[in-house]
Each structure stands twice: as structure tokens, then as C-alpha cells.
């Protein structure tokens, strides 16, 4: 046999008993707009949504999952930072006059993950800033782009993110689709209706969306939370609401069929939740269960053994980034915001909970500057009802919402719809006691510069650094 012969053999034989190189481990972040628990997945039967469904499937499925504050660019910067809208700087919506953004030194997600050599890519609705604090490197948001068009337009955002995909290069990759669906757009876009259900549904004026198969409801056939009146008014926005849910639930089934033909099913960890509670009365903006709750499915390819299982553990928004750098492996930095005490997350990764049931049951939420669902049909119909001293089949009235006790505790277990406040019953004083201990640390610990209110002021160079204000609250 000739030498050369010989030698191109054993290169044969050793590349042939090599092993390939593992997958690199990617991340696909699929975000719902003011999403709710409106899908099979969550044991509503009125609505369609069988690409939820299907991921569910393949998922651990949360039942106590929430926001850390319930308004869009708020929890949009908490989950993208891992810290509280009070410790990122985020503290109101980032658009147009309220202009709030995170502080300038906040290390970000996609900062961290672009520093790891990770590819990162954004469609849809960002909704926070500044760019320099949120950058990505793949990017068609409503920065450069029309939102409906990358946040409604399902065929657009397919086409998208089979571009990201076909760009991809060696690096593992974080993409992070966000749709505007099914998010309200009576106050903006009026002719495609109160969610913009009509948006692309092929009618006159209205657009086409090629891949979309509106699914049309009527009032009578919705499920009406418990949080919101009962009313044709509040059962149309729900029919219309559910429309645009089913338009957001057969994106993700067009999204999660491009990761498949493009070769990357095997190797992408799958997140799917919401920014906040649904946009009605004692929903969204609001801090209890109605407002801050969130689905969130957790799918990954090496945990198939917990695949359609249903995980009790509190969840956080907060633990979105702490669990997509244990995925990556990246160790969170030692870094400060201001002066020397050092940022710490107080979230955790999640990917314990893909082995087995976790002991979790605490979560924390903080409220924000943020109300606007006044305009809404639901809403104004509501004013209507108050004002003639008619029926609203509500379960509170406009004052009780309107008009809080400073202090409210719950027991969710045995008082689901959260209307009898303990908080002033002495027998749940020691629970009460803990939990307010453990609200005011997390105050602290992530540096809440109203820590001290309503009745003092943080004055930092002072001590103590409560300082009251004798204003009688």
C-alpha cells in the first residue's frame, strides 16, 4: 500500500470514530403583550389556542408565576435586567412624553450575553431604553419598524425570524420575539377595533395577513375572570381580545416551526409568558393576584422527563435572567449602579425546577406609574354604571377599587377572588409581621428609594435613615 494511501486511511478512521461537538445551547424568548391566562394551557376551554397547547406539552407549566410590577416597560426592563423597575431606573412607560428609561449603568441581559460571544436578536415590541443599556444585534422593533407590522403582522415576524435564523453563524444564539398581540389598540389604531382584531383580517382597509386564520368569538361564548364585570360590554372586549390571542398563538406555532426547519429544536431552551396582568379593571397595573399572575411555560429539550408536568413553585419575572445565564453558563458581574454597594440579584435560575418540583412559594411585585385602560369599553361602561346608580356586576365597587386599605393580606387558598383583607384580623398578626419583614428587606436589598414612604422620607446620609414626616398616615 502506498504511504500516502496508508496515512489517508487513519485520517479516515479517526474522523469517523470522533464525536461531533455537542449543539451549543440556545435561548428563544417568546413574550405575550398584557397575555393573560386566556389558553388550553391554562384550563380556559372557550379559547383556541393549540400552539400554546402543544408547547405546554413539552413544558413545565407554572401556576404561580409573576410579574415584579405589572405596567409594559416596567417588567419589559426587570425581565431583560433581572432587577426591579425601582433598581433598573424603569420606573413608568419608556415612550413618547413619559420618556422614563433605565440608569445608564445597569448591566443588561443582552449587554452580558453580547459580552459572552452570545448572538442576540430582538422582533417586536421593546419598549424600553436607553439603546446603549438594551442592545441587540439583531434588531426590527418599533425603533425601525412599524409595531404593528413586527408585533401583529405574524407572516412579517415568521419571515424575520427565519432571517435571524438563516444568519446565524457558530455563536449560540438569544432571540427574543415580542408580539404586541394581544395588547389594546382602541386608544390608537380605533379603525382595527378595541384590540386590533380587525388588523390584517383581509376586509376592506383593514390589511391582509397571509399566515393568520382569524378565529371570531362571541360575547356569550367567553370566560369572564372574576376580576371583571359582567357585562356585554367587558364580554365584546374579552370576544375581542380572545381574537387577537389566537392571532399571537398561531405566530408562536410559526415561529416555533421555523426553529424546527431551521435545525435548532433540539438544542433551544423555550420561554413563554406575558409582561403583565390583562389590560382590565383589576388587571394590569394592579398588585394583586388578577394583575401580577403570568403564564409561563419553561421548555427544554434535555428535560423531556418534566415535559406536560405542572410546577406549584413561585415563579418570578425576576428569574428570567438569572436562568438564561445558568443556561449559557455566565456568571452574573460584580458591578455597582451607584456609589459601592454592589447589584445582586434577588431572582434565581429556574432550571432546577426542569428536574424536579421546587420549594419556591415567595415572590415580590412593586408597584409603578401607569394607568390607562380608561378609554376602554369595559371601562367606560363601568363609569356609565356607577354614575346612573346602575347594577355592574362587578365584585367591588368604583370606590372600594379606587380607595385601598394601606395594608391588605390574603390567603389565596380559601379566597381565590382576594376580597376579604386579613391584614387587620390579630389572628394572622405573625404571618402578617413576616411577610411584611421580608418585603421591607427586598426594599432595601435592591435599593427601593421609597422605602420609607408614605409616612417618611429616605434621607441616606441620616440615621436612621427613615426620617418621618408626621403627616398623620
Known sequence: MRPWALALL???????????????????????????????????SAIRTPSLDSLARRSVVF???FTSVSSCSPSRASILTGLPQHQNGMYGLHQDVHH???????????QLLRQAGIRTGIIGKKHVGPEAVYPF???????????????????????????????????PFFLYVAFHDPHRCGHSQPQYGAFC?????????????????PQPYRPEQVQVPHFVPDTPAARADLAAQYTTTGRMDQGIGLVLEELRQAGFHNSTLVIYTSDNGIPFPGGRTNLYRSGTAEPLLLSSPEHRERWGQVSQ??????????????????????????????????????LPALESEQPW??????????EDFYVSPTFQDLLNRTRAGQQTHWNKTLHQYYYRDRWELFDCSTDPTESQNLAPDPRYAPIFQLLRAQLLKWQWDTGDPWVCAPDAVLEEKLSPQCQPLHNEL
Open 10 to 44: 487513519l485520517v479516515a478512521f479517526r474522523t469517523g470514530g470522533a464525536r461531533p461537538p455537542a449543539p451549543a445551547r440556545n435561548v428563544l424568548l417568546l413574550l405575550a403583550d398584557d397575555g393573560g391566562f386566556e389558553s388550553g394551557a391554562y384550563n380556559n
Open 63 to 65: 401556576q404561580n408565576a
Open 100 to 110: 422614563f428609561n433605565s440608569f445608564d449603568s445597569v448591566r443588561s441581559l443582552p
Open 137 to 171: 444585534d439583531f434588531a426590527y422593533t418599533e425603533e425601525n419598524s412599524s409595531v404593528l407590522q413586527v408585533g401583529r403582522n405574524i407572516t412579517r415576524i415568521k419571515a424575520l425570524v427565519r432571517r435571524f435564523l438563516q444568519s446565524q453563524d457558530e455563536r
Open 197 to 213: 382584531e380587525k388588523f390584517g383580517n383581509g376586509e376592506s382597509g383593514m390589511g391582509w395577513i397571509p399566515d393568520w386564520k
Open 313 to 350: 413553585a413561585f415563579a418570578s419575572l425576576l428569574d428570567l435572567t438569572p436562568t438564561i445565564l445558568d443556561w449559557f453558563s455566565i456568571p452574573y458581574p460584580s458591578y455597582s449602579i451607584f456609589g459601592t454597594k454592589q447589584v445582586h440579584l434577588t431572582g434565581k435560575s429556574l
Open 361 to 370: 412559594d415567595t415572590t415580590f411585585s412593586s408597584q409603578s406609574h401607569h
